[in-house]
């Protein structure tokens, strides 16, 4: 597609449950990340994807919190077990190069 | 690990010039970036600065002092429309994956 797109573009749910959410990034582009953003906050690095290379998941706050890649095409996050504070915009970019991420316009993850 | 800071707002008037400064730490730095981002918008990319010196692109540029782990964005003949969360982000690691600073808030008056 023209650019990354992420679905859904919202999401409520209920503390406790468990949340997946889809990125599929530019055709063509090898790398894939997934931050998030607090509200008022800067952009937090949770994990990259680049190639058939083992993903960094440095950036994974909790063992709730796990990504995947089928090769250079859609990503899923998923939250198990959702809690309050997981509350914030999931974004995912891609890129060909590692300058210039073209970012989705997120997912709103609210918890209640 | 790494750290940015930057101002957390700034205000100036249509027209005007105004420069959003970036100091960071890091180890394995390989550039600055800076991002735009409009209220409930998808980031955007700017600039990026691999090297000393000033990048300019149209009315925005960048500048990178390596030495001073310092950077900053330019914003001239500002519009409306910059109004906006701007965020420098540094590469370093061996993925090079992006650090992202807080964000600084413009906000352009008529």
């Known amino acids: 597609g023209a650019g990354v797109s992420q679905s859904p573009s919202n999401k409520v749910t209920e503390k406790g449950k468990d949340v997946e959410l889809r990125c599929d990034p530019i055709s063509g582009h090898t790398a894939l990340y997934w931050y998030r953003q607090r509200l008022g906050q800067g952009l937090e690095f949770l994990i990259y994807f680049q190639g058939n290379s083992a993903p960094d998941k440095s950036g994974l706050p909790s063992d709730r919190f796990s990504a995947e890649r089928t090769g250079e095409s859609v990503s899923t996050l998923t939250i198990q077990r959702t809690q309050q504070e997981d509350s914030a915009v999931y974004l995912c970019?891609?890129?060909?190069?590692?300058?210039?991420?073209?970012f989705g316009s997120g997912t709103r993850l609210t918890v209640v | 690990g790494q750290s940015l800071e930057q101002p957390s707002e700034v205000t100036a008037v249509e027209g005007a010039i105004v420069q959003i400064n970036c100091t960071y730490q890091?180890?394995?730095?390989?550039?600055l970036s800076w991002y735009q981002q409009h209220d409930g918008g998808a980031p955007t990319f700017l600039s990026y600065n691999a090297l000393d010196g000033l990048e300019e692109t149209g009315r925005f540029s960048s500048f990178l002092s390596r030495s001073d782990s310092y950077g900053y964005l330019l914003l001239q003949e500002l519009q409306m429309k910059d109004s906006a969360s701007y965020f420098c982000a540094v590469s370093s690691g061996s993925a090079r994956q992006l650090t992202f600073g807080s964000g600084t808030q413009l906000t352009v008056l008529p």
């Open positions: 970019a891609s890129s060909l190069v590692q300058v210039g991420y073209t």
């Open positions: 890091t180890s394995g730095f390989y550039g």
